[in-house]
T-cell receptor, first 116, second 110 residues
Framework: DARVTQTPRDKVTEMGQEVTMRCQPILGHNTVFWYRQTMMQGLELLAYFRNRAPLDDSGMPKDRFSAEMPDATLATLKIQPSEPRDSAVYFC??????????????FGPGTRLTVL | EDKVVQSPLSLVVHEGDTVTLNCSYEVTNFRSLLWYKQEKKAPTFLFMLTSSGIEKKSGRLSSILDKKELSSILNITATQTGDSAIYLCAVQSTGNQFYFGTGTSLTVIP
């Protein structure tokens, strides 16, 4: 049963610490998305990749956030330094895309981040 | 300012009813419109609609894109309690930005 996995599932950290969230997309999927969800802002797209190259990361605060795909089986989202306002659930999703389109996104269970 | 507006904000229906959820948008350089369903956990992707694919159907769910009216509807027929969720609409621009609506909360009563 193929699924997107995310680690850690929960993370509590102190302000100023570095946070790294990891995502393993479904094997064979060439598109990976990072979303953030909060009660105040709802669901937001932070960044997405096609064939490991970033297609868009305009939703991401550039000064502290970075997203990478070191290889096809791993996507990472880093926050350095973390701030209390970064507290949210971070979702990774993967899918198969061709050109500019894609017809599916499968979401991981999310990482619940709390920054104290 | 680019934005996506969903209506109604919430809806309560009885099992077996048909519901229509609305999504309207003002987004420069539209590329696609996406529908998601979210229960208590992660969202589930439902449909992606583009200029070349303005109608999608999956089981009891269907969606239509009206590019002239800058809107989309999501229809759910013969609703079931398992359809209770928040339904999110998002629009992607040609610049690859995504704009999300605040969602419609649907409650289906047995």
């Amino acid at each position: 049963d193929a699924r997107v996995t995310q680690t850690p599932r929960d993370k509590v950290t102190e302000m100023g610490q570095e946070v790294t969230m990891r995502c393993q997309p479904i094997l064979g999927h060439n598109t990976v998305f990072w979303y953030r969800q909060t009660m105040m802002q709802g669901l937001e797209l932070l960044a997405y990749f096609r064939n490991r190259a970033p297609l868009d990361d305009s939703g991401m605060p550039k000064d502290r956030f970075s997203a990478e795909m070191p290889d096809a089986t791993l996507a990472t989202l880093k926050i350095q330094p973390s701030e209390p306002r970064d507290s949210a659930v971070y979702f990774c999703a993967s899918g198969r895309g061709v050109g500019e389109s894609y017809n599916e996104q499968f979401f991981g269970p999310g990482t619940r981040l709390t920054v104290l | 300012e680019d934005k996506v507006v969903q209506s109604p904000l919430s809806l309560v229906v009885h099992e077996g009813d048909t519901v229509t959820l609305n999504c309207s948008y003002e987004v420069t350089n539209f590329r696609s419109l996406l529908w998601y369903k979210q229960e208590k956990k992660a969202p589930t992707f439902l449909f992606m609609l583009t200029s070349s694919g303005i109608e999608k159907k999956s089981g009891r769910l269907s969606s239509i894109l009206d590019k002239k009216e800058l809107s989309s509807i999501l229809n759910i027929t013969a609703t079931q309690t398992g359809d209770s969720a928040i339904y999110l609409c998002a629009v992607q621009s040609t610049g690859n930005q995504f704009y999300f609506g605040t969602g419609t909360s649907l409650t289906v009563i047995p």
